[in-house]
């Protein structure tokens, strides 16, 4: 389930209200989760589906989306990064074997389990996602079949 809804949280991230009160179909449990964990956000915007809830807002002049389960715990957290602030071994990886791509998304995903990174490559040929999802290096992200690259 997790997966899935990394998954889903991972495409969402790629393609303004305030604490005033939260809209009528967010769980007040997901509502005091999100407002402890992140008192200073700005321009929340709340988006629920059958599976989770995101919350999508400002923090230090970042956009940040926050996944959680009705239950008020967080799944997850994406946010968009440079590729300076990759781990070393990352942008050394990237540099070394994808020197003829550019990038043209990259984001951090933090979630119980650690700390994940997507990268979309591109060139004149192909479009390619990486990740870090379960290793400490880059492997090929496989989009479900249905999906499109363009993330």
Known sequence: MKKIILSIAILLALTGTSFAKPISNINERVYASFKNDFHQASEVKWDVTSSYIMATFQLDKQILYAYYDFQGNMIGLVHNILTTSL???????????????????????????????????????????????????????ALPKNKSTNL
């Open 87 to 141: 781990p070393a071994h990352l942008q050394k990886d990237i540099k070394k074997h994808y020197a003829n791509y550019w990038v043209s998304e990259l984001f951090q995903v933090t979630t119980e389990d650690g700390v994940y990174y997507y990268i979309q490559l591109k060139n004149a040929d192909e479009t390619i996602v990486l990740s870090t999802e379960g290793t400490n290096g880059w492997h090929r992200y």
